[in-house]
């Protein structure tokens, strides 16, 4: 391919394509692509579970501690076996329909969280919920790359990691009426599960519908627009969302070391999670009621998500230095563990605060998704790597449960969480040095005239791009930093 006619993918992210990357001779305006991108966001971006503990989930089903942290860590263990059967499905499926099946199965089974009247039932039913939930955040990455530009992905990222603290804040506002109504003949925990299931039953009924398998089935768009959004998608070199599943691809994300620092990063933003539960359990033990308890607690999820979009604008301002903001972002929750270890019960309102930043998991989290969704191509990779991260997560969130199981203070589990934060505080400058050391490599072999005929984009049999080439292949792709 004639280097003058391939376009340069080497400039800054918001670089428009010429459009001879689809072997036409047009480009667009930025107003087309404002509409485009508004249009996107209008359909794409859509649709989470917490206190039942402090509302007496305990007792009803006369669990001891030991056994909460079993039926949070059982959930976990049915997510984390079902995520290999549904690397393959996501890659042989038309993934909207996959996964707006499986939320509808979700919702249906959340409602029957509402019956069981032992541990034993209950927990076999979270087992259920958590196998049925193992495509649904991967998924919710993969269309995020196939929807949007690098640029776009942490943003768009956040705002559906920030349904995570926006689903805390509205729980325990729900919890508290239901609380409040004493005419309600069956536990208020019952109650929530039941209020929950039927809404992501609903959702799940809407994304199926309404949900497009990939841009070219985008019925929201017409045919100038579609034509705008490929070219969009084209400057990142990504073809979309496909049915095929290569073997190649999984040799390559197996033997490709930043894959497996992504599934490390699951695995350590993860081990500290239960915080984000017992924290409510720690505020109780201080002597409020359980109302009060909801109270305290709700505003937790509003620090996640100012923390969140703090963190999403401080991408904004250094859109090459995302994992320089992590990094800031591991600070703040690190801090808030260190006073849950130090404070005692006396310090009330200290506990209560530390609390809430012990509970600023999901900022760092959107961001370590967002590099993900940025950093992989190639279907079957992409979908292999998203997996290994919510299994690195799975696994995180199976153990760390079991450390939190000495009440009142649950001093094992702030001390892990401690540590975790430390080795991904190093794990991150690891994945970083990776991404600029292959970075440097292509960029000093094109400023020495190597053969550049290795980094030039595949030709099909109709001799327009191959899209299905992975970071790996395709030597004109740079990691995002």
């Known amino acids: 391919m004639n280097d003058s006619k391939s376009p340069d993918f080497v400039k800054e992210e918001g670089d428009r394509p010429s459009g001879d990357i689809l072997g036409e001779c047009e480009t667009y305006t930025p107003e087309e ?10 359909v794409i971006l859509p649709f989470s579970l917490s206190y039942a503990a402090v509302f007496g989930l305990m007792e009803d089903l006369n ?5 909460y942290s079993w039926s949070s860590s059982i959930f976990y263990v049915g997510q984390l076996i079902s995520e290999w059967p ?3 499905l996501m890659s042989r499926l038309p993934l909207t329909k996959f996964v707006g099946v499986t939320v509808i199965i979700w919702g249906i089974i959340c409602m029957c969280l509402a019956a069981p009247k032992s541990f034993a039932g209950f927990a076999a039913v979270r087992f259920l919920l958590g196998f049925s939930e193992g495509a649904v955040s991967p998924a919710f990455v993969t269309i995020t790359s196939i929807w949007y530009r ?7 990222t956040a705002l559906w990691i920030t349904m995570n603290g926006v689903a805390q804040v509205i729980g325990c506002l729900i919890m508290y009426g239901i609380g409040k109504n004493t005419s309600i003949s069956i536990q208020p925990w019952r109650v929530l599960f039941l209020i929950c299931g039927a809404m992501t039953l609903l959702a799940g009924i809407g994304f199926f519908i309404l949900m497009p398998n990939g841009p070219k089935d985008a019925w929201f768009l017409n045919d100038r627009e579609k034509k705008v959004l490929s070219m969009r998608l084209a400057a990142d070199r990504d073809g979309g969302d496909k049915t095929a599943f290569s073997v190649s691809q999984l040799k390559e994300t197996l033997m490709d070391p930043k894959a497996w620092m992504v599934f490390w990063f699951g695995v350590l933003v993860t081990m500290q999670s239960p915080v984000l539960t017992f924290a409510s359990l720690v505020i109780e033990s201080i002597g409020y009621s359980k109302l009060q308890t909801l109270l305290y607690t709700a505003p937790s999820g509003a620090v996640q998500i100012a923390l969140l979009w703090i963190g999403t604008a401080l991408v904004y301002l250094f859109p090459r230095q995302r994992n320089l903001v992590i990094l800031v972002l591991i600070v703040p929750p690190f801090i808030g563990n260190i006073f849950l270890l130090k404070l005692t019960v006396t310090a009330e309102w200290g506990l209560i605060v530390a609390s809430w930043l012990a509970s600023c998991i999901t900022a760092t989290m959107s961001i370590l998704l967002s590099l993900s969704a940025s950093n992989v191509k190639g279907n079957t990779k992409r979908a292999i790597v998203n997996t290994m991260f919510f299994i690195g997560y799975c696994a995180g969130c199976i153990g760390g449960p079991q450390l939190w199981t000495k009440s009142p203070r649950y001093t094992e589990g702030v001390i892990t969480a401690i540590v975790t934060w430390c080795l991904l505080f190093v794990a991150v400058i690891i994945y970083r040095t990776l991404c600029a050391r292959d970075n440097n490599a292509r960029d000093t072999q094109t400023s020495y005239g190597a053969d550049l005929r290795d980094g030039e984009v595949e030709l099909d049999e109709n001799g327009l791009p191959k899209t299905d080439l992975t970071d790996k292949e395709d030597k004109n792709f740079r990691y995002a930093l």
């Open 33 to 42: 692509e404002k509409t485009v991108l508004r249009k996107i966001d209008m």
């Open 63 to 67: 669990m001891t501690s030991s056994q």
């Open 86 to 88: 549904f690397i393959y």
């Open 150 to 156: 690098k640029k776009e992905h942490a943003a768009r």
